[in-house]
């Protein structure tokens, strides 16, 4: 049996670790983590012959490893001239893999016994198997379900919380047979999950699945690092420590040759020291980890930290929960009480303070008695990725300073065509502002032109760059409305809609390598001003809404604006209706926008109290970025966001002559049944633009909604009007709409559950939707009756499952939920 360990990653998760090594070189106890695997397959499967394949930094390799002969292997490399996915690479091995074969990746740390997958892979007689485990966040990986006897029923590559329907993962390592390799093509991009699995399920090729119990994990970004060695100290995985080993009280210390150790040193649980490092009087040392050359001076408290090769400690110095890379100095008195980074080559001055988990990049030197708080880019949120959903989210000056903005520009910047054009647009608050303005100076050394739209609404800028040719994308900075302590940066395309997770990962590429494109002087982008934005998005509200139904009905409504950009616009667009209006907090505060909560509940109150005096026909409130609408009934009631949605469909199934087709979320209401409406539920996320335009409308159970008819986009300032024309053709008052839909019980709900466990509770929730009926289109969906159900989906971003129920009356939501609130504290203590 022969072996291939795949070594060709670039390690742009885990920077700055990788910044002078390849990630499968990362040391785990003073070995790279790559020698580990091989000695595996030595040892346990008895494998001689060993093919690595090189990419990223391939000389660091092949000088560590050579032919292999000093690991008691024979190793051979193949060095693909491009990326050719995880399969594709394989076609650079073809004349080498002429017997049943083993695939494991050079960046794990396991003690997979790798003879238990070989032996189920012969008692199957298959031609590939999968080694398949339990994990605790499923996300990064492809989750699989395989019946009892081990055949694989179901994969998903790298799915969201909403399509995890087990904890079960591909771990990435395989035994395959030779003929196999007859349905990877030469010279493409071809990945194992995607595009060979697939392929061979059309051909009728079983694929067989081995659940193998273990430790098992991808080190694929700094946290997972430092939990190997956690793990490691808690006993949760065994390795080979090399040096002599001598007992302490409390602990266990490793000496390699040439390494020493004052007597006075304390020692506790796991301590191992490289060749000629050196420990001086009266240190502490806790589980921690020393490579060669380095020496810990007087007195230092170390605790839970891994030190490279050739590091210094500096006397009195106390840190915890470290990684330290090769050639740092640390002087005395420094203090990382919580954790820290240090890349290669760096020099820390004495005194020095770590305030948080945070990282030095290579070969910076920090001076004497400095506080270093967060770094910007490795705070916790920003350690996996730097985006979520297509937004990069931060405390403006703090997690979002002008040197990130600067470099998310030009990261960005790096993958458009040089000359090419970029909408960049903000709200009034000055950190929205500040910001921009540092992004558009990073633009432009990329050789991209900024055209800049001012302060407008996210809505209006995206309309208008889904009908500018020339302009090939749009970034707009706001205020978040969730969290009004943090500044968002939000990226489109061309269509108006919000980046892909892979041109996002294009992206972060880009920044943790600072691969920047540089142009010359001749090419530096240019700025442009766009004036037009506010009119052409208000020509056309006017020409997608029957202005003259406004003008034969005497229609009186009250806005609340909530101090937001589209105090610039709505104002317009109403006189140009000759709607009677009263407008409330139409005017620019950015001291208003910090306090949105408080600004919400009371434009509720406002809004109901006026309509109901005035008995005006309805309340509208448009949120500060014009996303979200709500609305007050004519009896001075708050419309609950779900009932607004189904206020909407009945007004569009009213009277309508043609069907109308319509997208909504899984957890959407669906008792109702429309004679003109085809209604899909799904997500929306990962549906392209040609998609989307296929439905009428696309709207949630939270206040936001898109007539495709006028944008693609979520637009509550334009869906506020098509709201009231809608309400005008139908003769019908918003509490008449409201009365007439039958009574019935929704409502949503939020668990608190660690994301460790996430998975875990939708594989549970399946197994609970056995013999019921049942749907995974979003998450788990399990009806109880006809028209009850009960939806669980995980949270993309915070530690809590998302609960919807659907139910005849209120007792028996209740109940619903009770049962189900009882089954998920015992899965998650179980």
């Excluded at 929960?321 to 002087?331: E, K, L, M, R, T």
């Excluded at 005194?351 to 506080?371: A, L, Q, R, Y």
Aim: glycine share 6%.
């Amino acid at each position: 049996m022969k072996a291939i360990v795949l070594a060709g990653g670039f390690g742009t998760r885990i920077q700055p670790l990788t910044s002078a090594i390849p990630k499968p070189m990362l040391p785990i106890l003073n070995v790279p983590m790559m020698e580990h695997i091989i000695t595996r397959l030595r040892d346990d499967l008895g494998v001689k012959e060993i093919a690595i394949l090189l990419y990223f930094m391939p000389e660091v390799i092949k000088e560590y490893f050579k032919n292999g002969k000093d690991f008691g292997v024979n190793i051979t490399y193949f060095l693909p001239d491009d990326d050719y996915g995880t399969a594709g690479a394989l076609g650079f091995a073809r004349d080498f893999l002429d017997e049943t074969f083993i695939i494991v990746s050079g960046d794990l740390v396991t003690d997979f016994k790798f003879s238990q997958i070989h032996k189920f892979h012969k008692q199957k007689k298959s031609k590939l198997t999968i080694a398949l485990t339990p994990v605790e966040n499923p996300l990064q990986f492809g989750v699989v379900i395989a019946n009892k006897q081990g055949k694989i029923e179901k994969f998903l590559e790298k799915p969201s919380w909403g399509e995890v329907f087990s904890d079960t993962i591909n771990t990435g390592i395989y035994i395959i047979e030779p003929e196999i390799l007859d349905f990877i093509p030469k010279g493409e991009n071809f990945d194992f999950a995607k595009d060979l699995f697939p392929r061979l399920m059309s051909n009728n090729i079983t694929l067989w699945g081995f659940y193998i119990e273990g430790y098992w994990r991808d080190v694929g970004n700094p946290h997972s690092y430092r939990e190997v060695y956690q793990d490691i100290f808690d006993g949760k995985i065994t390795l080979p420590i090399k040096g002599k080993k001598i007992a302490y009280p409390k602990g266990t210390l490793y000496l390699e040759k040439g390494a020493s150790v004052d007597e006075s040193v304390q020692i506790k649980g796991i301590v191992a020291l490289g060749k000629n490092s050196k420990i001086e009087a009266l240190c502490e040392l806790n589980n921690c980890v020393f490579g060669k050359n380095s020496t810990v001076c007087e007195g230092a408290e170390l605790s839970n930290s891994i030190f490279w090769d050739d590091c210094t400690v500096g006397s009195k110095t106390k840190i915890q929960n470290a990684v330290i890379c090769n050639n740092v100095h640390i002087d005395k008195k420094t203090k990382a009480k919580h954790g820290v980074i240090i890349a290669k080559n760096c020099t820390i001055g004495e005194g020095v303070s770590f305030k948080k988990d945070v990282v030095v990049w290579p070969d910076k030197t920090v001076d004497e008695n400095s506080i270093i708080s967060n770094n910007v880019i490795w705070g916790d949120k920003y350690k996996a990725s730097i985006f979520e959903s297509g937004t990069v989210a931060g405390r403006a000056n703090i997690e979002l300073s002008c040197d990130l903005a600067l470099k998310l520009a030009e990261s960005f910047g790096s993958i458009l065509p040089i000359g090419s054009n970029v909408y960049l647009s903000s709200d009034y608050h000055k950190s929205s502002i500040m910001l921009k303005r540092a992004f558009l100076s990073g633009l432009l050394s990329t050789g991209v032109n900024a055209v800049d739209t001012s302060n407008i609404p996210s809505v209006v800028m995206r309309y208008n760059l889904s009908i500018q040719d020339e302009i090939i994308a749009g970034v707009h900075f706001r205020q978040s409305a969730k969290n009004q302590e943090e500044t968002e940066i939000l990226f489109y395309t061309d269509e108006g809609l919000f980046i892909d997770t892979n041109l996002s990962k294009n992206i972060e590429k880009i920044f943790f390598r600072e691969n920047f494109r540089r142009v010359g002087s001749n090419q530096i982008g240019e700025i442009d001003e766009d004036f037009e934005t506010n009119r052409r998005y208000l020509n056309a509200i006017k020409e997608k809404i029957d202005t003259n139904l406004f003008k034969n009905r005497d229609i009186k409504i009250v806005t609340n604006l909530m101090f937001g950009s589209t105090s610039k616009i709505y104002p317009d667009i109403l006189n140009s209706l000759d709607i009677e209006s009263i407008l409330l907090n139409a005017y620019k505060d950015d001291k208003q926008l910090q306090k949105l909560p408080s600004i919400i509940e009371k434009a509720h109150c406002e809004v109901s109290k006026i309509v109901k005096s005035l008995e005006f026909d309805c309340g509208i409130l448009i949120y500060p970025n014009g996303h979200k609408l709500q609305f007050i009934s004519d009896k001075g009631v708050l419309v609950k966001d779900y009932m607004a949605l189904l206020v909407l469909l009945n007004l569009l199934d009213f009277n309508n002559n043609h069907v109308k087709k319509i997208f909504l979320p899984a957890w959407a209401p669906d008792f109702i049944k429309y004679k003109h409406l085809e209604i899909t539920r799904g997500k929306t996320c990962g549906l392209k633009a040609k998609e989307l335009k296929e439905y009428n409308l696309i709207a949630n159970t939270d206040g936001y909604f898109a007539f495709s008819e006028f944008s693609l986009n979520t637009d509550a300032v334009f869906s506020s009007f098509k709201f009231l024309e809608l309400l005008i053709k139908n003769k019908k008052t918003l509490s008449d709409i409201i009365n007439s839909i039958p009574n019935f019980a929704y409502r949503g709900e939020n668990m608190a559950c660690p994301s460790a466990l996430k998975g875990k509770m939708m594989r549970k929730f399946l197994e609970d939707s056995a013999g019921k009926k049942s749907s995974q289109t979003d998450g788990v969906k399990i009806w109880i009756s006809k028209n009850e159900w009960i939806l669980m989906v995980p949270d993309e971003h915070k530690e809590f499952l998302n609960i919807y129920i659907q139910a005849n009356d209120d007792i028996n939501a209740e109940k619903i939920f009770n049962e189900y609130k009882i089954k998920i504290d015992l899965w998650i203590n179980e």
